[in-house]
């Protein structure tokens, strides 16, 4: 796997995550960067352009990993040459909120502190992400629990996925349908 410009090669440590339109990997010798590898058919010219528009947006908010370095090849053993297959980003932390903060007896496992004032607070601060997204014109696509990682204190939220997110004339694609607006589910 190499850096967009060529210049140092990368290899992929094990799976940690993924969806749909791509896995997300471990990279070998950098625990702090993940590297999300598109399927086959969705490392389109169209999503390099919407990654690239992405990094030069250069969003510098801690709780949002954002694409970094545009990545190029097939595999872990893609030898320089090779198109586009995904990006480098920082390595995300924390439990999604659909798998603890969504489910009560969860919650009360990972947070036992917690009451309905740190709930208020986890709350604002996804807001305040969202609202610093819109105000630099960038839209969160595919906003859902499964995209949220909250970790040890209300303070400590994560946006992934962001590659999801429409930015200038890039919409997003992809939905969570129970997140969507009324209005666009009836269109």
């Known amino acids: 796997m190499w850096d967009a410009g060529r210049t140092a090669s990368l290899r992929l440590g094990r799976r940690i995550g993924g969806g749909g339109e791509a896995d997300i990997y471990k990279v070998e010798g950098h625990p702090d960067f993940a590297a999300k590898i ?8 169209g999503r390099l352009r919407k990654v690239t528009h992405l990094i030069s947006s250069h969003i510098e908010d801690s709780r949002v990993c954002a694409p970094g370095l545009i990545l190029c090849g097939s595999s872990a053993e893609t030898t320089p040459g090779a198109g586009f297959c995904g990006f480098l ?6 439990i999604p909120l659909s798998e603890s903060v969504f489910i009560p007896d969860q919650l009360a496992l990972d947070h036992p502190g917690w009451d309905k004032r740190d709930l ?14 819109h105000d630099k014109g960038m839209l969160v696509g595919d ?45």
């Open 89 to 94: 980003m920082p390595r995300a932390q924390g």
């Open 143 to 187: 906003l859902s629990g499964s995209n949220i990682l909250v970790g040890d204190t209300p303070e400590d939220v994560c946006f992934v996925d962001v590659d999801s997110w429409s930015v200038g004339r890039y919409a997003t694609t992809v939905a969570t349908e129970g997140f969507l607006a009324p209005e666009i589910l009836r269109a």
């Open 120 to 133: 208020l607070r986890l709350a604002q601060n996804i807001l305040d992400v969202i609202c610093d997204a």
């Open 38 to 45: 598109y399927h086959p058919g969705c490392n389109t010219y």
